[in-house]
């Protein structure tokens, strides 16, 4: 079965920086692109970004380019998150969400439960 | 690419089909999926590339369209059916459309 479990989310004050972390199993990591997409409290849907098996194909939604860089360690089972530069509007649950494409990308398929990330001072 | 669902709020009973709508601000193809919502829970793949049902998908829901105009059916709504349902492509990396409340 499928699991993905999210940590590392909290308060952080405007401006500062944040490491979400994504540990996966019941899968073979190394074989699926993975992806975050998060939501703002009562609101919809946000792709964030993505990586595909071997971290060779990367992209970020425009809000976030440039603050924002996820990574993977297909050793650890693990999806990672660095968050810079925080503002209010990057207040949201994160999802980490593995694609269900096999060594390519297609869409998301199975998700974590999330974690919540509020900026505020 | 801007997805735009309508209508933003559906309200029928149990046994009723449902008909969502999606369009996509340019061509997409078929690359559009339909994802159920709960409160309190993550998303649920339902449909990919615009008619492919996801694994253990119930048969009332279907997917349909290209290009630019898409259509989620439930053919016959049941309790567990009413949530927010969201579409969302992959020509251009992946963006979602801002949802569909199904209610009672």
């Known amino acids: 079965e499928v699991h993905l479990v999210e940590s590392g989310g909290g308060l952080v004050q405007p401006g500062r920086s944040l490491r979400l972390s994504c540990t996966a199993s019941?899968?073979?990591?190394?074989?699926?692109?993975m992806h975050w997409v998060r939501q703002a409290p009562g609101k919809g849907l946000e792709w964030v970004a993505g990586?595909?098996?071997?971290?060779?194909?990367?992209g970020y939604a425009d809000s976030v380019k440039g603050r924002f860089t996820i990574s993977r360690d297909n050793v650890q089972n693990s999806l990672y998150l660095q968050m810079n530069s925080l503002r209010a509007e990057d207040t949201a649950f994160y999802y980490c969400?593995?694609?269900?494409?096999?060594?390519?990308?297609?869409?998301?398929?199975?998700w974590g439960q999330g974690t919540l990330v509020t900026v505020s001072s | 690419i801007v997805l735009t669902q309508s209508p933003a709020t559906l309200s029928l009973s149990p046994g009723e089909r449902a008909t969502l709508s999606c369009r996509a601000s340019?061509?997409?193809?078929?690359?559009l999926a339909w994802y159920q919502q709960k409160p309190g829970q993550a998303p649920r793949l339902l449909i990919f590339?615009?008619?492919n049902r996801a694994t253990g998908i119930p048969a009332r829901f279907s997917g349909s369209g290209s290009g630019t105009d898409f259509t989620l059916t439930i053919s016959s709504l049941e309790p567990e059916d009413f949530a927010v349902y969201y579409c969302?492509?992959?020509?251009?990396?992946?963006?979602f459309g801002g949802g569909t409340k199904v209610d009672i």
């Open positions: 969400a593995k694609d269900m494409g096999f060594l390519e990308w297609l869409v998301p398929d199975y």
């Open positions: 019941g899968f073979t990591f190394n074989d699926y692109a």
């Open positions: 990586i595909n098996w071997n971290s060779g194909s990367i």
């Open positions: 340019q061509n997409i193809n078929d690359y």
């Open positions: 590339d615009a008619s």
């Open positions: 969302q492509q992959r020509l251009n990396w992946f963006t």
